[in-house]
């Protein structure tokens, strides 16, 4: 096994690395986790079975996030902020959601709700490059090229065994390691799982029209559209359609496709040139049964993975870590048992909301039942006047 440390450790006398926390996954969550806990002074070592590729590519990236003013704060807070590409980095003003065969969008600004935004929209390679660049500046001890291939728990602590019989012994692990966790595996946590039996296509576009810093979505019987503000008047385009009729879309050439989105989105923001290679995601909803075992917390996508609808899935990953980040400020045995009943508790129902809203959602608006389409289409009309509901909605998506 290769394996690399920003923070030295002498390989050829100990294969052994003592820790506080071990962190397994060095996506989004994961690396937002070791941050947050290396900032309280923990020593954590952060494991993935990759090499990461943290250079910053000029082409846009394909994947974005929708990040809530909640999750900008406290990613401010971690001193990830500064290592952000900023000039790459497009404000949300308003959301424009239109119902099938709906003129008229539901209108929802920041003035609704008395927020400076209602989010905004960043790349994933300039989000993973900044919190890379944050990981380098705290000294994290990392593996790379580190494949787990045992675990042993004990009274007082957790041991990982990695390929290249290296151990680290820790007193809580966190799986950050992705819907198909290995960790979560290995502690018997199962998943309830719902294939909806869509893909999401996302490619970006220069528009012809400014798009004034609105998010636009259009919803239809399991088709979700959304046109999402970059700077520079690009848009990145979640195209979520059944898998057939993926299929077919993917087969179109990139300005096939930008005239396909034209229409669907009712030519609001004029003609689209791609400026993007075009890729699919398969949708699925997975949930853990457990958050918690023996030492172990899961985070992020190994705890739940749900619909890209309400573009909510990284927002709630990142509410995990914050929850976990208090509950071990300041308590003597981070892998205690209790404390990981608190995590477990306290996070329940904050993904069980987000999973029924975004599977509700389509549910809704893909009924064949007339009345049931007329009351989606009419209550869309209804709630532009209804200031209270709109606040409530806005503050449910900037959280």
């Given amino acids: 096994m290769t394996h690399h440390f920003f923070h030295s450790v002498d390989k050829s006398v100990d294969r052994s690395i003592e820790a506080e926390i071990i962190v397994v996954g060095a996506g989004l969550v994961g690396l937002a986790t070791t941050i947050a806990l290396a900032k309280q002074g923990k020593k954590v070592v952060l494991v993935d079975a990759n090499k990461p590729d943290i250079k910053l590519k000029k082409a846009w990236d ?224 997975q949930t853990a049964t457990r958050l918690i075992a023996d030492r172990v917390v899961l985070v992020g996508d190994a705890a739940h993975q749900i619909h890209p609808m309400a573009g909510q899935g990284v927002n709630l990953g990142f509410r995990d870590v914050m929850k976990l980040d208090e509950l071990t400020t300041n308590c003597q045995d981070v892998g205690d048992f209790n404390l990981l009943r608190k995590y477990e508790r306290a996070r329940v129902a904050d993904i069980a909301t987000m999973t029924t809203l975004t599977t509700g959602l389509d549910g809704l608006f893909a009924s064949d039942k007339t009345l049931v389409k007329k009351v989606t289409h009419w209550g869309l009309q209804q709630l532009n006047n209804q200031a209270a509901i709109k606040k409530l909605l806005i503050q449910q998506a900037a959280a």
């Fill in 62 to 285: 394909e994947r974005v996030y929708a990040l809530s003013p909640t999750t900008e704060a406290w990613l401010k807070q971690l001193d990830v902020w500064p290592h952000l590409d900023t000039s790459r980095v497009n404000h949300i003003n308003t959301m424009h959601i239109w119902g099938a065969g709906s003129d008229t969008p539901l209108r929802l600004s920041e003035s609704d709700a008395n927020l400076p935004k209602l989010g905004l929209i960043v790349e994933n390679q300039n989000l993973m490059h900044a919190l890379w660049q944050q990981i380098k500046l705290l000294g994290v001890t990392v593996v790379t090229d580190g494949k787990c291939i045992g675990l042993d728990t004990t009274p007082l602590d957790i041991q990982l065994g990695l390929q290249g019989d290296i151990t680290i012994v820790a007193k809580l692990i966190v799986a950050a390691d992705g819907v198909n966790s290995w960790l979560r595996s290995q502690a018997n946590i199962g998943v309830s799982h719902k294939n909806f039996h869509q893909t999401a296509i996302v490619a970006n576009f220069s528009a012809e029209k400014n798009h004034a810093n609105i998010a636009r979505q259009w919803f239809a019987a399991h088709d979700t559209l959304a046109l999402l503000p970059l700077p520079s008047q690009h848009v990145s385009m979640v195209w979520s359609v059944s898998t057939q009729k993926a299929a077919q879309l993917l087969l179109l050439s990139a300005d096939e496709l930008a005239k396909s989105v034209c229409v669907q989105s009712q030519s609001i923001l004029g003609n689209l040139k791609p400026v993007s290679n075009t890729q699919s995601f398969e949708l699925h909803q």
